[in-house]
C-alpha cells in the first residue's frame, strides 16, 4: 500500500499508528497489540473502556461529545462532528459517548448537560462546552484546544 498515511490512535493501547489513506476496506491493525485500528475522520462510538484508553493514551487530542438520542440538539451537531472528524483527520480522534447508556462515565466526568463537547489531550482536559453551536465556532473552539 503506498500513498498518504493518516495517524490514528489505537483503542486497545493508545499506540498512534500510521493508516494508509488507500486502505479501503482492508483491515489495519495496530502494530503494537494489533487489534484493529478505526478508520481515520470518523466520529467513533466507544463505550467507556474504549473512552478512558484513548483519553489516557492517545498522542492525538481526543473530542469527546457526550450526548442522548432523545436530545434534539445532539442530533443536530453530528452532522457537524462528521465534518469535523474527516477535515481534522490525523490530527484529532473524534469520539461520542452515549449519556443514557453509560451515566457512570457521564457522572463521573460531571456531564449535566447534553451535548457536552470535552477537548483531552495527553490525559488532561483542555476544555468543555455544553450546548449546540453553529459549526465554525465549534470548529474555532477545537483549533484553540487541540
Known amino acids: 500500500m503506498d500513498g498518504k498515511k493518516i495517524k490514528v490512535s489505537c483503542f486497545n493501547c493508545g499506540q498512534t499508528n500510521y493508516y494508509p489513506e488507500n486502505a479501503g476496506d482492508k483491515k489495519v491493525i495496530c502494530g503494537r497489540c494489533h487489534s484493529p485500528l478505526p478508520r481515520p475522520g470518523d466520529v467513533l462510538e466507544v463505550d467507556p473502556v474504549q473512552a478512558l484508553s484513548l483519553i489516557s493514551r492517545s498522542s492525538l487530542p481526543v473530542l469527546a461529545d457526550f450526548y442522548s438520542y432523545n436530545c434534539g440538539p445532539c442530533l443536530m451537531m453530528a452532522p457537524?462532528?462528521?465534518?469535523?472528524?474527516?477535515?481534522?483527520?490525523?490530527?484529532?480522534?473524534?469520539?461520542?459517548?452515549?449519556?443514557?447508556?453509560?451515566?457512570?462515565?457521564?457522572?463521573?466526568?460531571?456531564?449535566?448537560?447534553?451535548?457536552?463537547?470535552?477537548?483531552?489531550h495527553k490525559n488532561a482536559e483542555r476544555g468543555r462546552v455544553s450546548g449546540a453551536m453553529p459549526e465554525t465556532d465549534l470548529a474555532l473552539w477545537v483549533a484553540k484546544l487541540a
Open 80 to 120: 457537524l462532528l462528521e465534518r469535523l472528524a474527516r477535515r481534522r483527520a490525523g490530527e484529532l480522534m473524534v469520539i461520542k459517548i452515549d449519556v443514557d447508556k453509560y451515566p457512570e462515565m457521564a457522572a463521573q466526568l460531571g456531564i449535566q448537560a447534553v451535548p457536552t463537547f470535552i477537548v483531552f
